[in-house]
């Protein structure tokens, strides 16, 4: 019988509770699960994944309900147990950040000069506590998803008036002055800085940056829709001034998917008027030629190495990676490419470079897919698609191992490509868990005398928290062919069906005169850039791991959404006692 039980006043953050929920469907005893708080739109995710009861309609957004279903009802107090045991177990490791700190009035009093707020509360929240922070004169790194375009648009405008940067929404990762948040890899310090629109595409460039021997200054997130023609480019424009005036920049590096056309030709007026040497990729266009001092990517392993070239001043030629022998027997009909990708943008680029090397006309694919072509797929399990109501897949495995166990049934497949994203917030043994479904998997193949490669890219350092080479043993020890980059892994791949890349020298050409006048990067943003950041905060308590470990100031503020989880009014409420502050200040 299903369950219900709500647990009044208890909130805690989704990420945690989608972790628990996986772990707690693991047991004998469990039919099933699901452990969230009682947001409006957590009740629909309910209501759709079968599990609605008259209960539901009374829990408040402060109120984390428990749906469960046990074969054995005696068991139902050992599962309360055991959650209570896991959302209890680091409430008292010391530190602290552990202060009962509930509120902007407290955290800033803790930490009065703060200058970057963390968020990684509910998208539905993050745009108003947003606002808090840019009143306050705080940076806004949001982690955070599913804010409103609107809202992130006039946030940027606002924090662009007020000489602050709005990085994010969906701001995966980034790295403000050598200090790592959210989901970043630690890397060494050095002299290039990076301003990207996604999580992963950061990651990947950053990590092969520190394996080529240099290191970073900064790296700015921006989120995937700051180069929409809605938001402008804003973070991107106020990203790249920043870097510019950076004295510990010498080399900048930017990040995106292709914008709107009047949008790259904003960006690229920007960076003709930089002084400062730039690698410039947007991911699915292929330059033929560079510009002197504006050197333009097709990869994200280029835009790595160019950079270090520029910073050591060495010959600017990119010298592809080429593939890795694969020992593997195909029948006939094993033509197909899986690629199931934790990375966004490491999907997206794979996306890409299989279509090149296929000459598959470039079309749009179903949803859910990068690439949908005869028998080759390309999934960014990341997407909004998969995790609705799911952790992130770089944190848990579960859809990327019923997407290989699934391989089995595929008489098509040839070669399954994959990654494996090392760093902060990331699981701490991914390899380790997917080499349990690929051993499954061989074996079942044995019996049917088939065989199936798998290829993967480990994107990380071995400063990371999981120990690169430890996570690249236990792949290579299950049969995993393990590549340096995404463009190896991808080259990898195209061998098994005997098919590759080519890559074209590019000569440099003058650089198109700029006729902008660059101003100075307001003085926040410069402390921003020149010294360590002192970060509240809001959200999930793990992020605050990375910036102790790097001996970095955090203050946890132990969010919880107010008036009822009733958006409106929390944004009222704010107006009117903003408006009260402001006109006594007056």
Request: with cysteine.
């Amino acid at each position: 019988m299903l369950q219900t039980i709500i647990k009044q006043n208890s909130y805690q953050d989704s990420v945690v509770l989608m972790l628990l929920t996986s772990k707690l469907n693991q047991l004998p005893f469990v039919e099933r699960v699901s452990i969230m708080m009682g947001t409006p739109a957590n009740k629909d995710i309910f209501i759709a994944s079968g599990f609605d009861t008259p209960e539901l309609a009374d829990a408040t957004a402060n109120d984390m309900v428990i749906m469960l279903e046990v074969n054995d009802e005696s068991k139902t107090d050992d599962v309360l147990t055991m959650i209570d045991e896991e959302l209890n177990k680091d409430a008292d490791n010391g530190g602290e950040v552990n202060e009962n700190i509930n509120s902007w009035e407290k955290a800033l009093k803790k930490m009065p000069d703060a200058n970057v707020a963390l968020l990684s509360i509910p998208g539905t929240y993050a745009a108003l506590e947003a606002e808090k922070a840019l009143d306050n004169g705080l940076h806004a790194f949001i982690f955070s998803d599913n804010m409103s375009l609107e809202d992130e648009t006039r946030l940027k405008q606002k924090a662009h008036e007020k000489g602050l940067l709005v990085m994010g929404p969906d701001c995966g990762t980034g790295i403000l002055h050598r200090l790592p948040l959210a989901f970043t890899n630690n890397t060494r310090p050095g002299g290039i800085g990076v301003v990207g629109a996604s999580g992963t595409g950061i990651q990947e460039v950053t990590t092969l940056v520190h394996r080529y021997g240099a290191g970073i200054t900064n790296a700015i997130g921006t989120g995937g829709r700051d180069l929409s023609s809605e938001v402008g480019a804003t973070t991107m424009m106020d990203g790249i001034l920043a870097l510019n005036h950076d004295d510990n920049t010498e080399v900048i590096v930017i990040i995106s998917k292709p914008p709107a056309q009047e949008i790259k030709e904003k960006v690229l007026a920007r960076l003709h008027a930089v002084e400062k040497p730039v690698v410039a990729l947007f991911l699915g266009d292929k330059p033929t030629e560079h510009e002197e001092n504006l050197y333009h990517a097709y990869t994200l392993e280029e835009a790595a190495q160019l950079s270090v070239k520029l910073l050591n001043k060495e010959e600017i030629l990119y010298v592809p990676s080429q593939a890795k022998a694969v020992d593997v027997k195909l029948a006939p009909s094993q033509t197909g490419i899986k690629g199931y990708y934790a990375g966004g943008t490491l999907a997206y680029e794979a996306s890409v470079l299989i279509e090149e090397a296929l000459e598959l006309e470039h079309h749009q694919s179903p949803e859910g897919y990068t690439l949908k072509h005869d028998s080759h797929e390309v999934i960014d399990l990341g997407d909004d698609m998969y995790t609705s109501g799911k952790p992130h897949p770089m944190i848990d495995p579960e859809n990327r191992i019923n997407k290989i166990k699934d391989v089995i049934n595929q008489e098509e497949t040839a070669v399954v490509l994959f990654d494996v994203v090392l760093g902060y917030g990331a699981h701490m043994d991914m390899a380790s868990e997917l080499v349990k479904p690929i051993t499954e998997v061989q074996t079942a193949l044995k019996e049917t005398d088939r065989e199936v490669a798998f290829v993967a890219v480990i994107v990380g350092t071995d400063l990371d928290p999981q120990g690169y080479d430890e996570q690249r043993q236990i792949l290579e020890e299950a049969g995993v062919v393990v590549c340096e980059n995404n463009v190896e892994a991808i080259q990898t791949a195209l061998s098994v069906i005997d098919r590759g890349l080519t890559f074209a020298e590019k000569a440099v050409k003058p650089a198109e005169k700029s006729n902008e006048t660059l101003p100075d990067a307001s003085d926040a943003i410069q402390r921003l850039m020149n010294e360590k950041p002192k970060v509240i905060n809001i959200g999930l308590k793990s992020f605050t791991d990375s910036i102790l470990d790097n001996h970095g100031e955090v203050v946890h503020f132990e969010w919880k959404p107010a008036a009822g989880g009733d958006v409106h009014l929390q944004k009222v409420l704010y107006f009117l006692d903003h408006y009260e502050f402001d006109k006594e200040a007056h």
